[in-house]
């Protein structure tokens, strides 16, 4: 059985210790927010936080994360609130989706170890791979959040929360439409 800590609660798995950390949390805690792309530690999508540190989770076993501490993307805010997540939304750094989970794991790191990066900075700790080329508007998001984190800049205004009705995605987008039955 191994134990470690996963978004602030001890857990345990019943399962062979050389258990990819990525399977596990997928597999076993459901945390479906840590994606697989490449499961040869070249991606990123799989990045978690262990410890404070930015760390490819298909690379680790569960045996090497015992008695650690790890956070996942569900784990970073629960309201979508932290820093990253909020510049990242209002830049537009978010393009297919699949690969910002990890990017976000990544760059929260950058910022807990570099409260002020520039891009050389943003370049040598971000080493995702983003097909979509987010790499320009992601630099300004990092460093956008890093003024948030150190109270020099607002936060933009929230996005919506997930899970929105097709009414208030309507009245959010005007260029979509929802029939009134009533008057058809
Ligand atoms: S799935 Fe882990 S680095 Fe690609
Ligand atoms: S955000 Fe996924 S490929 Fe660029």
Redesign the pocket.
């Known amino acids: 059985m191994t134990k470690f800590t996963v978004n602030e609660r001890p857990v345990q798995f019943n399962m062979d210790p050389q258990t990819p950390l990525l399977w596990a949390l997928r597999d076993a805690a459901n945390l479906t927010g840590t994606k697989f792309g490449c499961g040869a530690g070249d991606c990123g999508a799989c990045m978690v936080d262990i410890d404070g540190e930015a760390i490819r989770s298909c690379l680790v076993t569960i045996a090497e994360a015992e008695g650690r501490f790890v956070t996942t993307i569900e784990g970073l805010s629960r309201d979508r609130s932290h820093p990253v997540q909020q510049a990242m939304v209002a830049s537009g750094a978010?393009?297919?989706?699949?690969?910002?989970p990890g990017?976000v794991m990544a760059a929260q790191a950058l910022l807990k170890s570099n409260p002020n990066p520039v891009d050389a900075d943003i370049d040598a700790a971000i080493t995702n791979?983003?097909?979509?080329?987010?790499y320009p508007r992601l630099r300004d998001a990092i460093k956008q959040a890093a003024r948030i984190a150190r109270g020099e800049a607002r936060a933009p205004a929230a996005a919506p929360p997930p899970g929105i009705t097709p009414e208030d995605a309507a009245r959010a987008v005007p260029a979509m439409t929802i029939s009134d039955k009533n008057k058809i």
């Open positions: 978010i393009q297919c989706g699949f690969c910002t990017i791979i983003c097909r979509c080329g987010v």
